[in-house]
């Protein structure tokens, strides 16, 4: 599959897969829960190279206590889309969806246990379970 994707600064194509080990150094600047750009490892700033290097951290530290990252877009919520329950994270996605009539690609997590916490992050959103009580 042919992804042309390119450096939003120089124009450089990323090479094969974006999964792919030679697509590893690239970053990608997120906003809104949208890809905005890739950056090439030629072009990237030290200020770049800190930013992803503090996103990566934050995944791995997150992991270890249980929280699960979701890609962007998606929509979290303690109940169901046929028993809406609270919406726990996607608000913007879900009114963008009614502005514009197009769904994208969005993704919706449903029934998470009540006291669960998700809290946005680079290019999605962290889930937190709540604490068992033991």
């Not at 030679?22 to 809104?32: H, K, L, M, V, Y």
């Not at 997150?62 to 919406?87: I, K």
């Not at 290019?123 to 033991?134: C, F, K, N, T, Y």
């Amino acid at each position: 599959m042919d992804y042309n994707l390119r450096c939003g600064r120089c124009g450089n194509g990323l090479p094969g897969d974006p999964a792919s080990p030679g697509s590893a150094d690239w970053n990608a600047q997120w906003e809104a829960g949208h890809l905005t750009r890739l950056i090439c490892p030629d072009c990237q700033t030290p200020a770049d190279s800190a930013a992803a290097e503090a996103n990566a951290a934050e995944l791995r530290v997150a992991a270890e206590g249980g929280t699960q990252f979701v890609a962007d877009p998606v929509v979290c919520m303690t109940g169901t889309m046929t028993d809406p329950g609270t919406v726990l994270y996607g608000d913007d996605h879900l009114r963008r969806v009614l502005r514009t009539g197009q769904a994208e690609n969005l993704w919706a997590i449903e029934g998470l246990p009540p006291g669960t916490r998700c809290a946005p992050t680079v290019g999605g959103v962290l889930i937190h379970p709540p604490l068992s009580a033991e």
